[in-house]
């Protein structure tokens, strides 16, 4: 875990398919605002990694699992 307050804050770890990243930046805009943006990151070794790679995107899996995430903080968020 690495950590920038108000920048961003990343997390990474690994099992036995990929090596990943998730960063959350945040980003002043308008009227005190802030926007919050998560990037992933990760590497799947091996053949059994590609095949949970297809899994995870190619399911669509992983993108509904972000924007979920997205709008569970946004809602739990101080405005």
């Known amino acids: 875990m690495a950590a920038r307050p108000g920048v961003e804050l990343t997390l990474s770890g690994r099992h036995h398919f990929s ?46 699992l972000m924007r979920r995430m997205l709008r569970t903080i946004a809602a739990r968020s101080v405005r």
């Open 19 to 64: 090596a990943y990243r998730l960063a959350f930046h945040l980003e002043p805009v308008a009227d005190g605002r802030t926007l919050l943006r998560a990037e992933t990151r990760a590497e799947f070794p091996g053949a059994a990694g590609a095949g949970y790679r297809m899994l995870v995107f190619g399911s669509g899996g992983h993108a509904f």
